[in-house]
């Protein structure tokens, strides 16, 4: 038992550092100190960095696509289920110190330093996320909640990166009030008046 919980430690602290940090401003030696293990002891359990992102990223994009899931699959309106979806970024972003930021979108920030294997898994959260947001604002179309121009998957596409890019901005400018901002002006461009 004592292995599974420095193992989930390993990957609580790993994610914080980087959702706040990024990948490059992360060492296991900053994981170390904060778990309170040898650096040795983490190589136990994640030999490489990359052990360890893949790790960190099949526990991030399992938990964060089954909440989303259970946002589409709720009962609430349209405009609700997308309120509560761009709810997961804003919480992220007002944790702790209001610097954190989806673990995708910092990654995603530091692609070209990181293997073939974590690249795809990025790109894997990404297309999850724009194919539910796709059948997230076709249903608001079709139920009269949502109307803007273009084409459904293009607007799916403007939102995740409004709001992956947006919490970047947001910790520069304003933080998460700053953010809040940014989902309400978008909440206006896509409702039916």
């Known amino acids: ?7 989930t430690q390993i990957l609580d602290v790993a994610q914080d550092l ?6 490059n401003g992360m060492s296991y030696q900053d994981i170390s100190e904060v778990v309170g293990i040898r650096k040795a002891s983490i190589h136990t359990h994640f030999p490489k960095k990359d052990d360890l992102l893949v790790a960190l990223l099949d526990r991030y994009n399992d938990r964060f696509l ?15 289920k997308l ?6 970024f804003e919480a992220t972003l007002s944790s702790g110190n209001q610097d954190k930021a989806c673990l995708c ?6 692609l070209i330093t990181l293997n073939d294997s974590v690249v795809e898994q990025v790109r894997r959260f990404y297309q999850a996320n724009q194919e539910r947001l796709t059948i997230l604002l076709d249903a608001g ?4 909640s949502f109307s803007f121009p273009g084409e459904v998957q293009a607007m799916a596409s403007l939102i995740f990166g409004l709001l992956e890019g947006g919490m970047l901005v947001a910790r520069v400018q ?10 309400e002006q978008l909440m206006q461009l896509i409702k039916c008046r």
């Open 1 to 7: 038992m004592k292995q599974a919980d420095t193992k």
């Open 18 to 23: 980087i959702q706040r940090l990024g990948v």
């Open 66 to 80: 089954r909440i989303v899931d259970g946002i589409l699959a709720s009962s609430d309106s349209s405009e609700v």
């Open 83 to 88: 309120r509560r979806y761009c709810g997961l």
């Open 105 to 110: 979108a910092m990654l995603g920030a530091e």
């Open 141 to 144: 179309r079709q139920d009269g």
């Open 174 to 183: 304003g933080g998460a009030t700053r953010f809040h901002q940014t989902i």
